[in-house]
């Protein structure tokens, strides 16, 4: 057990499942990871091993099969399972995003349709916000569902979709001028679409028009896959609209969006205390100058540098995760969190790899995967720029001046 990254007040129940996912990642993760991570290979194995813990189901409640736990249970669960390999993380966190907004805004027969096979994980999700082009600019996607007959026919192209090929279930935004006057507000006038597909590459042999064109061949975050999505005339009924309503689109992936940043801040935890582990093991082990590099004072500054950054993330993911589970408003503490396990996350690895000298550019050591995988946490869920916009806005919310 870690000294660093401790969580007080865990339940029993809590502290075995994270017992229980944390024996699976020292068994069945950092032993393959490297290896399926350098073929860029999905981990179809680690996937039926964390099915089989009910990983997919950790928040879906009881009543759907789930286990019904808490954002912060599944975070934390995060934060172990991105330090055996991020990838893993991720396919996770879109199943889990999609889940989130199924509970959270679905209708009683989506819920009940859905949620039961997504706890088992024999439905898995993927979530499509972004377009070619438009990054963070979530108001001013491109994609369309036009009303036709009994259901709505959408078209466009979708971008940076994780598990858009293995996923089996999709939720789509798409701008839907329906019931909505000249000049509303573009975030007024979107709808989350869910598509059931088949998983794999090129045309979609179950939803004509649907196209995942292949892999989007990555610097890092290997393994899981990224991909495009191409709609043309997908024709989607009606009863698929999440929540029963156009318009309320915006809200629901920003929602989805807001957990979903405290669990890209827990990749960035599990990641950073996992370069730190290196970093410290390396230093006892490498001798200069007479003895071990971790006897040097300069390196020990950088181990408690690294340390401090580990703790200091890891302290604000929790505080993010405690106040969504306790109902409150968590916008700010998870873009701060977010924003700050990202940034540590980066310079704990970096530091890490100046550890490891000319051994850290050797595909041999996990550093060098690790160095890779970090810059991702930087853009996903929202760039750093993103994030401070958003910390900005709400701190002016309150600390307005009166009068």
């Known amino acids: 057990m870690s000294r ?54 950790l928040m879906i409640p009881e009543e759907y099969g789930g286990l019904g736990e808490s954002l912060l249970t599944y975070a934390l669960c995060v934060e172990e399972i991105a330090r055996g390999w991020m990838s893993v993380s991720g396919i996770i966190n879109t199943h889990f995003i999609v889940a989130y907004m199924l509970k959270q805004h679905g209708t009683d027969e989506q819920k009940a349709y859905f949620l039961p096979k997504m706890a088992t994980g024999d439905i898995r999700g993927a979530f499509s916000m972004s377009e070619p082009g438009l990054g963070s600019d979530v108001s001013a996607i491109r994609t369309k569902g036009v009303r036709d007959g009994d259901g709505y026919l959408l078209n466009g192209q979708k971008m940076w979709l994780t598990n858009g090929g293995s996923a089996n279930l999709v939720a789509v935004l798409c701008r839907t001028d329906e019931g909505h006057p000249e000049g509303t507000a573009p975030h007024k006038s979107m709808t989350t679409f869910l598509i059931e597909k088949e998983p794999g590459f090129g045309p979609n042999p179950k939803v004509p028009g649907l196209t995942v064109p292949g892999k989007i061949d990555k610097m890092g975050y290997k393994g899981v896959d990224t991909t495009e999505l191409v709609l043309e005339d997908v024709r989607v009924p009606a009863d698929r609209v999440l929540g029963g309503a156009t318009g309320r689109g915006f809200y629901q992936m920003m929602d989805g969006v807001e957990v979903g940043r405290v669990n890209v801040a827990a990749r960035g935890c599990g990641v950073a205390r996992r370069a730190f582990e290196l970093g410290i093991a390396y230093a006892q082990q490498r001798h200069t100058f007479g003895k071990a590099i971790a006897g040097h004072q300069a390196i020990q500054f950088k181990l408690a540098e690294m340390a401090t950054k580990v703790e200091a993330a890891h302290q604000m993911m929790i505080n993010a995760a405690r106040k969504k589970d306790s109902g409150q408003r968590n916008d700010l503490e998870a873009g701060m969190a977010k924003y700050l396990a990202a940034e540590f996350c980066k310079e704990v690895v970096e530091d890490s790899f100046r550890i490891h000298g000319g051994y850290g550019f050797s595909k041999e050591y996990e550093i060098e995967r690790l160095y890779r995988e970090a810059p991702m946490l930087l853009i996903g869920e929202g760039t750093a720029e993103i994030q401070k916009m958003i910390i900005g806005r709400r701190l002016l919310e309150e600390y307005r001046i009166q009068g």
């Open 4 to 57: 660093l990254q401790q969580t007080e007040g865990l339940t029993e129940v809590q502290q075995e499942i994270l017992s229980t996912v944390r024996d699976f990642v020292d068994k069945e993760i950092l032993p393959v990871a490297g290896g399926l991570e350098h073929r860029d290979e999905y981990p179809t194995r680690i996937v039926e091993g964390l099915k089989e813990l009910g990983v997919f189901g």
